[in-house]
């Protein structure tokens, strides 16, 4: 194999290894843990509701 091949291969491994650094990670499940957050705080909202509705 070339060095120049093996130059290649290097660079884009190490690319997809920054794709998943704990940080890239981090930053693609934030919007799915901010959506959760945001379901539990309706849900909420709308239990304690019911629940004063009905005292």
Known sequence: ????????MGAASRQRAERM???AVAQ?????F???????ARQRAVGA???LQWS
Do not use: D, H
């Not at 194999?1 to 290649?8: D, E, I, T, Y």
């Not at 693609?28 to 799915?32: D, R």
């Not at 901010?34 to 539990?40: N, P, V």
């Open 49 to 51: 509701a019911n629940v």
């Open 34 to 40: 901010e959506q959760l957050a945001s379901k539990t």
């Open 28 to 32: 693609q499940y934030l919007p799915m």
């Open 21 to 23: 650094s704990w940080e």
């Open 1 to 8: 194999m070339s060095s120049a091949r093996l130059r290649q």
